[in-house]
């Protein structure tokens, strides 16, 4: 976060300097004007003067300078906009896949309600600063016009911005609880975009979806923030009507009280006039920018949980430190157990060795998606090591990069992403032997189509990862959508023909006790314990297997 910040803080400070440019341009003008209204009450008016060309400079400097600084508001706003988009997008991409999983509603937060209160307070950052500054010189005006008017004007707008104050410390403490409410409602959104088939088909549970969880925290997000809104209105209003009394007092008492020229209580009253519109410039600052504060530091606490570093090139090419083709891999004495229940996967030991077929099968629950997820870093193994082909442990991050997975809720993207070397002749290849040759196409570097069926995708994305060409692919339940007829096909022909044409290893979990004796090695998952069953008892066990 603090990067997006240092790298437009020169268009920032360029920008607030333009807007107290433009800011003394309308001070300048009022300057002139109170100087020929003093001049025409004293009756000192110079016949020839060069006001008419004063006036043009100012009008010309207000001009190019609003211009500029309309642009510039414009520039910055949409720049960290976009860059604390593209700030969160790459936090979840090299995140903790953990942390992502259970941060889900926090980020969508992130995305929608933070972006946009941070946008709108850069909106306002330039203009608030500018308007203190021309505050500060404006005040300094008032004091050299009278000491006794600015004393007096400074105490009561004290008590105005005194009172802003306060509501401003209330009215934050409203605008975090709709934060938190915000989170919450993302909760409730994403559920619906998620179960909508089921909602759709049970009215009575998308009505009561809405009337328990959406309604309830829609109307209380509305009411909090119409409570902070009223309150700075509120304040607002009264810091204006005591504007309003200071001017009334200077033009019909001050001659009662103090010994003030006409001419000076009028310059007073119009410089006074000109401070009231920075004074209320500054209190329509201060909501948007509270809640642009309470946004940026609640993604800098996101940054914190989802234990984000940077992007660097490090990043990006830490793939390149691990082998395209290997002969072993070893994960010794593995161990992985939940925080939130006793269920543990492991120890266990499995050597991985190049050009096998390995299959897995367990009963529901047994721990075959967490076993999975440890082989892909994705869950770290709590203690354990794990070897290449020597003695010394490698890093989970870098073992990860040997796998290619298709998960059983997989996702299938549109473009052939982190594929560098794309092989067109090898994907028409991979098409017929997967029979969507007569269904899909490539165009323009991408499938012509993925509305097919479950089935169907799930071929594309066992292509997609064939084509990443890492030595190891990891399949879950991946046969599981296919007809009897290709499900034959994908054991007895299509993963012998990966491993021997295209030099893969294939750990994959299944079911289909009719085709284990396909695999070159088997193994048993029960109760999170990883149990390799003797490849010549394999047929005679096969009726005892949990399915």
Known sequence: MENIYKNNYKLIITYSIIGILSGFSSFLFIALVNQIISLSISEVMPKEHNYMLFFALIIALFFMTKRLLSEGVIEISQTIFWDIRSYVVKAIIVSPYLKVKNMKDEIYSALTADVANITNASLVIISFTSSVILTISSFIYLWYLSVPLFIISAFIISIGLLGYYFVSKSGNKHFVDVRAIEQKFMHQFDGILSGNKEIKVNREKGEEIFSKGVYPLLKRGKEKNIVAYIGYLNSQLISQVLFYIIVIFILLFVGDFFDVSLGTSISFVFALLFLFSPIVTIMLAIPPLNQGLISYNKLKDLKKKLEYEEFNNSYLNSNNDSPKVFKQVRFENCFYQYLDTSFEVGPFDLTINANEIIFVYGGNGAGKTTFIYMLLNLFTPDKGSIYFKDDEPESSEKVSQLFSPVFSDFYLFDDFYGIKNFDLEKVSSLLKLFELHDKVKIKEGKFSTLDLSAGQRKRLALIVAVLEDRPILVLDEWAADQDPYFRKKFYTEIIH???????????????????????????????GKLEEINSENTLQTKNNILT
């Open 497 to 527: 023909k990966i491993v021997q044409e295209e030099n893969k290893t294939i750990i994959a979990i299944t079911h289909d006790d009719n085709y284990y004796q396909e695999a070159d090695r088997l193994f048993k998952m029960d109760y």
